[in-house]
């Protein structure tokens, strides 16, 4: 937007045919977005455009048809995502655990308890009580649909335990090493959406434990990044949401926003208030991403979140917009030797442009800008 040079109220206006005059107003100016704009008057009369009072503009740009983007970056960290604490839900002693950084998979042993492993199998469904001959629910199919997965068979996926299924775990027992009960107990599985990696131990082998302990964190396989925005800021982040992921080196990648959780920390001051932050996992989908990922084991990155789209718009730098005596803003269009001002309703403004409509607008419109 243009600051004007000198005043020109003393100027006589040139007329242009029938065209009505622009009184300039000296030194009125407005500021918006930061950036100050030229106060012009339409003048009286009808109509809704009026011929420039002084020499054609000095620099010109051409109205553009665009997608426009209103967004807003913020620090993240690459990682794994967001852990997930596994807890026993066995009294006993941990006898065996893994190490940071191990990958577990379906039917591999997460911990052990007295000697006894503690499966992982896949499912969004976490393990909230005994399964065995004539019990039905989602959780039973879950467990079947790994027992399948696993090569077991000889009963039928559904949400029914049956005398089948009780076979089949038995089987998976005795492969395992386990009593042969045909009852899959409380606390000796554990579910996960898929293979985990190891993010960290709060318990060490050989210490006790009990139902409710935390035993060790996981996270996925996959590198993602973990941001904490503020509470005000919580609609930049709806799961499923596209954003940009800016790493390290340059390289900028496509992220998909997976989980938004609420979490509270809490304050270092014993006196003071504990701060409520949302946090945002980004995935960062494709086989390509995660190899251009892959060397920053732990790093800070650049998340970049689309706050408004305005698809297929007509966009002019914010800088060629004038501010109108009588309320709204203008263009000064130029056509040929002469120049008009144009009253123009505004809509998105962003990334220095800004959403413009008004009569005589169009793709390829010439439009007056400043030095």
Do not use: C
Not at 133 to 157: C, I, M, S, T, W
Not at 234 to 239: F, G
């Amino acid at each position: 937007m243009r600051r004007p040079a000198r005043s020109r109220r003393d100027e006589r206006p040139r007329r242009r045919g029938r065209t009505r005059t622009v009184a300039i107003a000296g030194a009125a100016v407005v500021v918006l977005g930061g950036v100050a704009a030229t106060v012009v008057g339409l003048g009286g009369g009808d109509g809704n455009k009026a011929s420039a009072d002084t020499a054609l503009p000095p620099n010109t740009t051409t109205v553009k048809r665009e997608t426009l983007l209103d967004t807003s970056t913020t620090a993240g960290e690459l990682g794994y995502g967001t852990a997930t604490t596994a807890s026993s839900r066995l009294s006993g002693t941990v006898t065996d655990l893994p190490s940071v950084g191990d990958t577990v998979k379906r039917g591999e042993a997460l911990y052990e308890v007295d000697d006894v492993p503690v499966t992982l199998m896949y499912g969004s469904l976490p393990a909230y009580r005994e399964l065995k001959d004539g019990f039905e629910g989602a959780d039973v199919e879950q467990l079947e649909r790994n027992l399948a997965a696993l090569g077991y068979v000889g009963f039928d996926v559904d949400e029914d335990f049956t005398s089948n299924t009780a076979a089949a775990v038995e089987r998976w027992q005795e492969d395992r090493g386990l009593e042969e009960t045909g009852v899959v107990a409380l606390g000796s599985v554990v579910f996960a959406p898929a293979k985990v990696r190891i993010d960290g131990l709060t318990a060490e082998e050989g210490s006790a434990t009990a139902p409710g302990q935390e035993v060790l964190t996981f996270t996925g396989t996959s590198k993602a990044v973990t941001v904490e925005i503020d509470t005000e800021d919580q609609r930049l982040a709806k799961k499923g949401g596209k954003v940009t992921v800016e790493l390290p080196n340059g390289e900028t990648l496509k992220g998909v926003i997976s989980d938004v959780t609420t979490v509270v920390k809490p304050s270092d001051d014993p006196n003071g208030e504990d701060e409520t932050k949302v946090e945002v996992t980004v995935d960062i989908p494709g086989r390509k991403a995660q190899k251009l990922s892959a060397p920053f084991a732990l790093a800070s990155v650049n998340v970049t979140f689309t706050v408004d789209r305005r698809k297929d718009v007509l966009t002019v730098p914010v800088a060629a917009l004038l501010a109108l005596q009588e309320g709204g803003f203008g263009l000064e269009v130029v056509k040929g030797g002469t120049s008009s001002y144009v009253p123009v309703t505004t809509g998105l403004f962003a990334d220095g442009k800004v959403e413009v409509s008004g009569d005589g607008i169009s793709r390829g419109t010439v439009v007056g800008m400043p030095k």
